[in-house]
T-cell receptor, first 112, second 115 residues
Framework: QKEVEQNSGPLSVPEGAIASLNCTYS??????FFWYRQYSGKSPELIMF????GDKEDGRFTAQLNKASQYVSLLIRDSQPSDSATYLC????????????FGSGTKLNVKP | EAQVTQNPRYLITVTGKKLTVTCSQN?????MSWYRQDPGLGLRQIYY???????DKGDVPEGYKVSRKEKRNFPLILESPSPNQTSLYFC??????????????FGPGTRLTVT
């Protein structure tokens, strides 16, 4: 079982819609969660991190964490074509805080 | 400009020929890490370093070596590359702790092909 699972997509949404990206993780003791965006041919860049159960909002982005169900999600409101990218979920190691586990990413297409 | 640099950006080599991919950051970050990215497998951690002379294995360390003699540099060494090490490699760095925790900044990537 992989540490972090994501649906590879592609997820297609129309411009202006809400895009919902999901991620599940296997280690119940994990504490820190990160969403990265990766444009084609580019390096990952951090969008958000979340440590506590519940929602965390930053502009058009909302990260949601449910530790009991072991999932993290990223909502993108008012999706723009420039949001088209692959979104990577990352989890910091539960027992070794210096290790990171990434999902394989979900490709998002926002259609004008 | 705060950045992580990697060299070379592209490399084609042959099996068994030792190579080094350099990584340097100018942000005074303690933590540095190497990842490889393969289709369908996502980013997998190869090695990481907490500070000078402190390194440890990630999930896929076989066939790789690293060293951290200076805080800013973290080279990745392939002593005897094999075709299964053909991949896209990323170096990343971050502060340890702080408000953002481990916000990792990634280099531009090195695309390695081993024939």
């Amino acid at each position: 079982q992989k540490e972090v699972e994501q649906n590879s997509g592609p997820l297609s949404v129309p411009e202006g819609a809400i895009a919902s990206l999901n991620c599940t993780y296997s280690d119940r003791g994990s504490q820190s969660f990160f969403w990265y965006r990766q444009y084609s041919g580019k390096s990952p860049e951090l969008i958000m991190f979340i440590y506590s159960n519940g929602d965390k909002e930053d502009g058009r982005f909302t990260a949601q964490l449910n530790k009991a169900s072991q999932y993290v999600s990223l909502l993108i409101r008012d999706s723009q074509p420039s949001d088209s990218a692959t979104y990577l979920c990352a989890v910091r190691g539960a027992y070794n805080f210096n290790k990171f586990y990434f999902g394989s990413g979900t490709k998002l297409n926002v259609k004008p | 400009e705060a950045q992580v640099t990697q060299n070379p950006r592209y490399l084609i080599t042959v099996t068994g020929k030792k190579l080094t991919v350099t990584c340097s950051q100018n942000m005074n970050h303690e933590y540095m890490s190497w990842y490889r990215q393969d289709p369908g497998l996502g980013l997998r951690q190869i090695y990481y370093s907490m500070n000078v002379e402190v390194t440890d294995k990630g999930d896929v360390p076989e066939g790789y070596k690293v060293s951290r003699k200076e805080k800013r540099n973290f080279p990745l060494i392939l002593e005897s590359p094999s075709p299964n090490q053909t991949s896209l490699y990323f170096c990343a760095s971050s502060l340890i702790g702080g408000g953002a925790g481990y916000e990792q900044y990634f280099g531009p990537g090195t695309r390695l092909t081993v024939t």
